[in-house]
């Protein structure tokens, strides 16, 4: 059974770049055809899909973050990673990483980024 | 992109009532709509994908309908775990978006 499971700093000053890894355990990213996604949730808000990878690398973005947005994926790490630059208070959130290429099932338990000084 | 519009943002029930959380796509999404519930603090749980296929382990109660822009999430009995909110999700085009979610309470 696949378990997904974000990691990184809970705190990023602004204008700062926030960064954040996602580790697979149960399953490789590099089996299968999946994508693998990173998606937001602002305090008391709802859900914003930032963005997808897929094993090979390709990528597809949120046009409203692409100019500040880096997804990569290290298949001999298991790992997938996010990179935002940039940020302000609005990239306050919880960020969860998923699996699926359309619906997302599983989702890791999400991790508190905080944008402050 | 597709703007995902959930009613009611918000819902009061009883336990064993019969409830449905109505969501419309501002344009045809054909059947890719998925169903989540979020307990507070928790990540969402998947609970129907393309429309009205039930994930794994999710009771019967729970069913989905629908196609083009309009889609509907039924729980057929209310049980006590059910209070939470319910996103729609569309899975057609990215950038895929989300309902803004409704929360249901006693």
């Known amino acids: 059974q696949v378990q997904l499971q974000e990691s990184g700093p809970g705190l990023v000053k602004p204008s700062q770049t926030l960064s954040l890894t996602c580790t697979v355990s149960g399953g490789s990213i590099s089996n299968g055809s999946y994508y693998w996604s990173w998606i937001r949730q602002p305090a008391g808000k709802g859900l914003e899909w930032i963005g997808r990878?897929?094993?090979?690398?390709?990528?597809n973005y949120n046009p409203s973050l692409k100019s500040r947005l880096t997804i990569s994926v290290d298949t001999s790490k298991n790992q997938f990673s996010l990179t935002l630059s940039s940020v302000t208070a609005a990239d306050t959130a919880v960020y969860y990483c998923?699996?699926?290429?359309?619906?997302?099932?599983?989702w890791g338990q999400g991790t508190l980024v905080t944008v402050s000084s | 992109d597709i703007q995902m519009t959930q009613s009611p943002s918000s819902l009061s029930a009883s336990v064993g009532d019969r409830v449905t959380i109505t969501c419309r796509a501002s344009?045809?999404?054909?059947?890719?709509l998925n169903w989540y519930q979020q307990k507070p603090g928790k990540a969402p749980k998947l609970l129907i994908y393309?429309?009205?296929s039930l994930e794994s382990g999710v009771p019967s109660r729970f069913s989905g309908s629908g196609s083009g822009t309009d889609f509907i999430l039924t729980i057929s009995s209310l049980q006590p775990e059910d209070f939470a909110t319910y996103y729609c999700?569309?899975?057609?085009?990215?950038?895929?978006?989300f309902g803004q979610g409704t929360k249901l309470q006693i």
């Open positions: 990878i897929y094993k090979s690398g390709n990528t």
């Open positions: 393309a429309t009205s």
């Open positions: 344009q045809s999404i054909s059947n890719s």
């Open positions: 999700q569309q899975s057609y085009s990215t950038p895929y978006t």
């Open positions: 998923a699996l699926g290429w359309g619906w997302f099932d599983p």
